[in-house]
Structures are given as structure tokens and as C-alpha cells.
């Protein structure tokens, strides 16, 4: 195999400095006889010192980054490894099962070596992360700390499916395309094989082969037995070392990081996080300023939380908050002791319209006030979901190119003029008002079809319109009553829908407008509903449905927001006047101009 060869032609590659020494192509043994291909970098000198271990499936330059050095020239040897079946490492990639005892058995290596005392750190993101989680819950008694930064803790709700049980199509696609595909084939165009029907073909539309990754993920879409195998968060209770992680609110793996946290905290007090307004890369958003502080210095943090660790100096990494958290709008960091934050008052803004809330034009209104009357004086909301014309993604906590796959924070009004789409907005605040925490949207529904799927998306509208999203989710609902047991609708049956929209802190500012908007589709953020309720992987045709809202007394529909009192005593919140309290002073309402 190419990569071996290169992998004994490189072995004896050795350069030394008096300040550094370079190891390339290093061949750790892994307990299978599988050998990976290492990268060393080390301070001179005959003393051992710690380690950094970085495992990679993207590969391993000759020379150090900038961050890698900057931990050799504070002591510390740093190892970059290629995992197994990647680039020069022997064997064949199998990403969800490989990491655990690969990275056991590289820990172990490490500590036996002569330039190693025995102590070891990982760092690193995505993937790089992803492999420290792996390896946590055994416990290696060579690892003393992690800092995991955007990566997640369960291969089910983080890579491939939504809590509300529908795949992460794009993002997918898009990785197993930018790094397992056929490369002597031209790359394929995203914005067509993301519409590839049957889905099970999408991955040889993508890469021009079929990958096993994918059709695995493809072959058990219910949260089942073979998910819990291999989850982290399953394990999360026997982890013990120190972890130190960085998380963003516009990334795909925010919501199950912050749950990391919570897990391993129970048991385990020494960890940190830091949440802040970026997505994957950490880069700064186009046209959205979130003011000089948003940035951190990764560098530094790492360097104090592992000089504590492995190398027991004093330093301020233990007296940390355990919880830093960005919050938007207010545009500063604020320390918190726990997640969720202890004094959340979860608060309803009930959903409700004179039966015509398709688009920003439409009369959909959030407001305070329960509705009182019955569903013949209020109205339901309805709309055609056809899968054939999907509400496409525009922004959001999507992953990982957004040249090709937009993210962040977008104006949503493009979205909003679709008829398919249900838009409640409230009134202007009439004070700040902070939402933090998890969100979630409850909805009195039905729909014409066996199975469907319901969206939510939650929206700080500036006071000049523009609609900022904030963070959505999406629910199958098969899976409305369990993600292991599936359970298809009765046409036109009124069922109840929880729909999981992800983890956000903003301050909606004072004159700024609430608003959610309901559809069923959000693609290709998550996969199309084809609305027959058989096999979604293999399903080649697609139906229309009719969608109904209701938010009349009996079927209450809500935003479940967190609201985080302010400081002042007795201070309103929320203020608006919405049809429901306007009917029941028996006054007309008005349409509010948006």
C-alpha cells in the first residue's frame, strides 16, 4: 500500500536542533498489529517531559503549526498521529468504532517512551475531539487532561441525526465528500447530489463509491442498540479526567458539548467550558459585529490548563467559573456555576393568529396570554409541505464549509415570504430581555400524511426588520413519542409535537421582536420527509401533506423560552397586547406593522 511505503521510507527521518527535535513517520504498534504513523516534535535534551497527543484523520504536516510549537518551546513533546486507515497509517478507517483502543494503545506507547515522564494531554476540535472523547470513559491512568474543542459526544445526535431523529444530510455529505471520496473522479457539486433520491445512492453521488460510514447510519435510523454502543454520553458517567471544553453557539455540536459538561460534572468537578458566538472554525460571521471581546486566546487557555495538569504549576485554570458562556445581543462573557443555569424561569409565548400565519405578511402573533377560546372562534394555521420544494437552510449551526454550506446568523425574511412557512412574531419588548438555555417549541398538529416532519426556528427581529435566527430544530414524527420505537400518524389526527431547537444565550434588546417560525422542512440541514412513512433511506417517491397548527384553548401551541430574570427587582419582562388579550376585552385587534 502506498501509504506504508511511505510510512518505512520516512521511518528513520530524524532532524535536531538544541531547541527542538523532529521524529517524522513513527510507528506506534496498536494491539491488533496495525501500526499508525506518527509525527514527533520534542525539546531537546535528555529529560522527559509531558505530552500532547493529537489524533487526526486529516493529516500531519513535517513541520509544527504555530500551536504546536509554541507547546514545544514551553516544554512539552507534542505527538501528531494519523488514525488507522488514514493517510500514512495502516489499516481501514472504521471512524465510530476505531478511536477507543487506538487511542488506549497509543497512550500507552507514549508513556514508555524515553523523552516521555509519563504524563499526557489531548487537545484538538472536530474529529480531534472526537477522539479524546473516545478515549475518556477507559480511564487511561497516562491521561491527565483534555481540551476537546466543537465535537460532541454522540455519533447519533452529533454526526449523522437530530434529536428529533432526522439526518444531517448536508453536513454528511459534505464530509464524507471533502474526505472519503474517489479522488480520481472530479469533485462532485454539493447542490446536486444533496437531492439524490433514494438517499441510499447520495453517497456514491458524493464520492463515487459507497461508504460503509453512511450506509451504516442509513441502515439503523431509530436511536437503537447499535447507537448506544457506541455513544460516549452512555459513558460519560465513569470519565475522570479533567476536561477543559470550547463550544459555539452557531456550531453543530453546541447542544450535546453543553451536555458533556453537565454529564461529566456530576461526578467529576474539575471541568470547564467556554460557549462562544462562533461556529466550527471559530471565524467571525460576515456583517454581524459581536463587539473587541468575542474573541479568546485558545492558546493560552490550553497552555494554563495543561501546565496545571501535567505539570502540577500553579495557575488560575481550577479557579475558573466552570461555565463561560457568550451572550449575544449584550455582547459580553458572563461566568456561571452550572448548566443549565440554575434561576432559568421557563417561560410559554404562546402561539396564535386569526387562521392565516403563512409568511412575514400573514396575521401570526406571539403573545403571553393563554388563549381562552375554542378552535371554532381561533382559528387553526395550515399549510402544503411538498418535498419536492423544500424550505431550504439559510444559516444556522450547520457543518463545515460555508462557502458551499452558509452558516451562522442570516436574515431570514428570504424564508419568510414562503407560504409554507408559519411566522408568529410578538410585539416590541418593552424592556432586554435574556433567553439562555436549551429552547424548545410545542405544537398541536396534524397532517394528511402517515409521516411528516415539524421545524422551529427561533428569531431576533431588529427593530429595522431584520430577522436574525438564532437557533431550530426539527422533528420527525415517527419519532414524537420515542426515538427507538417509531410510531406513524393517523391522517389528520391532532397529535402533540416537542421539538428540540438546540441551545442559545442572547439578549433580545428592548424595541426588538420574539418570533418562531413553523414549517416541515429545513434542507438540507436535515434530510427531506418524503411523507409515505416507509423506509426514508430508500424511499423513491414524495408526497404532498397538509400541515395543520392549532392554538386554540384546548391545544395550546408554545415557544418554551429560558428567560434569566434581570438584576432589577420586579422588572417587566414582556409586555405585549396579542389578539387572545385584545378578543378578550372585546376590542378589534389590529395587524402590527413588520
Avoid at 259 to 273: G, M, P, S
Avoid at 455 to 464: G, M, R, T, Y
Wanted: charge should be neutral; hydrophobic fraction near 35%.
Amino acid at each position: 500500500m502506498p501509504h506504508v511505503r511511505l510510512t518505512l521510507l520516512a521511518l528513520a527521518a530524524m532532524t535536531a536542533t538544541a531547541a527542538m527535535v523532529t521524529q517524522l513517520q513513527v510507528l506506534t504498534p496498536m494491539r491488533d498489529g496495525i501500526q499508525l504513523s506518527a509525527n514527533i516534535f520534542r525539546p531537546g535534551g535528555t529529560v522527559p517531559v509531558p505530552t500532547i497527543l493529537v489524533r487526526t484523520p486529516y493529516g500531519k504536516s513535517t513541520e509544527p503549526s504555530p500551536t504546536y510549537q509554541l507547546f514545544v518551546d514551553h516544554g512539552y513533546a507534542v505527538v501528531v498521529q494519523d488514525v488507522r486507515g488514514r493517510h500514512a497509517s495502516q489499516g481501514v478507517f472504521s471512524p465510530l468504532g476505531q478511536e477507543p483502543n487506538d487511542g488506549d494503545d497509543t497512550l500507552n506507547w507514549i508513556a514508555k517512551q524515553p523523552w516521555s515522564n509519563g504524563k499526557i494531554g489531548m487537545q484538538g476540535g472536530s474529529y480531534l475531539g472526537i477522539a479524546q472523547w473516545k478515549v475518556a470513559p477507559l480511564n487511561n491512568p497516562h491521561l491527565k487532561a483534555l481540551f476537546p474543542w466543537l465535537s460532541g459526544d454522540d455519533d447519533y445526535f452529533d454526526r449523522f441525526y437530530s434529536t428529533g431523529g432526522a439526518m444531517k444530510l448536508g453536513h454528511r455529505l459534505l464530509w464524507i465528500q471533502e474526505n472519503l471520496r474517489d479522488y480520481e473522479l472530479p469533485e462532485a457539486d454539493f447542490h446536486r447530489y444533496i437531492w439524490t433520491i433514494p438517499i441510499r445512492f447520495a453517497d456514491t453521488a458524493a464520492t463515487g463509491r459507497k461508504s460503509q460510514l453512511f450506509q451504516q447510519a442509513l441502515d439503523h435510523p431509530d436511536y437503537d442498540a447499535y447507537w448506544e454502543a457506541l455513544s460516549v454520553r452512555k459513558q460519560l458517567k465513569n470519565v475522570s479526567v479533567p476536561v477543559f471544553s470550547i463550544a459555539g453557539w452557531y456550531d453543530n455540536y453546541v447542544e450535546s458539548d453543553l451536555d458533556a459538561f453537565t454529564l461529566v460534572q456530576k461526578n467529576n468537578q474539575f471541568n470547564r467550558i467556554i460557549v462562544g458566538p462562533w461556529p466550527h472554525n471559530f471565524a467571525k460571521f460576515e456583517g454581524v459585529d459581536y463587539g473587541p471581546d468575542a474573541r479568546i486566546s485558545l492558546s493560552r487557555i490550553q497552555l494554563e490548563w495543561f501546565d496545571h495538569w501535567l505539570k502540577g504549576k500553579e495557575s488560575s485554570a481550577p479557579q475558573r467559573a466552570p461555565v463561560r458562556i457568550f451572550v449575544m445581543g449584550a455582547n459580553h462573557w458572563r461566568d456561571e456555576n452550572e448548566w443549565p443555569l440554575a434561576r432559568t424561569q421557563s417561560t410559554r409565548f404562546y402561539l396564535d393568529s386569526a387562521g392565516r400565519a403563512n409568511t412575514l405578511n400573514g396575521n401570526g402573533e406571539l403573545t403571553a396570554q393563554q388563549p381562552v377560546h375554542s378552535q371554532k372562534h381561533d382559528p387553526p394555521d395550515s399549510f402544503v409541505y411538498d418535498p419536492h420544494n423544500p424550505v431550504l437552510t439559510h444559516g444556522g449551526a450547520v457543518c463545515c464549509t460555508p462557502s458551499v454550506f452558509p452558516w451562522g446568523p442570516l436574515d431570514q425574511r428570504v424564508i419568510e415570504k414562503r407560504e409554507d412557512v408559519l411566522v408568529y412574531t410578538s410585539d416590541p419588548l418593552v424592556d432586554d430581555l435574556e433567553v439562555t438555555g436549551g429552547i424548545q417549541a410545542m405544537l398541536f398538529a396534524s397532517s394528511s400524511a402517515p409521516d411528516t416532519d415539524f421545524s422551529a426556528k427561533l428569531v431576533d427581529v431588529f427593530p429595522d426588520g431584520l430577522a436574525r435566527n438564532l437557533t431550530d430544530g426539527l422533528l420527525r414524527a415517527r419519532y414524537r413519542n420515542s426515538l427507538s420505537k417509531p410510531e406513524l400518524l393517523k391522517k389528520d389526527e391532532i397529535s402533540r409535537f416537542k421539538i428540540d431547537m438546540g441551545v442559545t444565550s442572547n439578549l433580545f434588546r428592548k424595541g426588538h421582536r420574539i418570533r418562531i417560525e413553523i414549517s416541515s422542512s429545513n434542507f438540507p440541514r436535515f434530510d427531506r420527509n418524503p411523507n409515505t412513512g416507509r423506509a426514508i433511506a430508500d424511499e423513491v417517491e414524495l408526497r404532498s401533506a397538509k400541515q395543520v397548527v392549532y392554538h386554540d384553548r384546548k391545544h395550546a401551541s408554545y415557544l418554551l423560552l429560558p428567560v434569566i430574570p434581570p438584576e432589577r427587582k420586579n422588572e417587566t419582562l414582556f409586555r405585549p397586547l396579542g389578539r387572545a388579550q385584545a378578543q378578550a376585552q372585546q376590542l378589534t385587534p389590529t395587524r402590527r406593522a413588520r
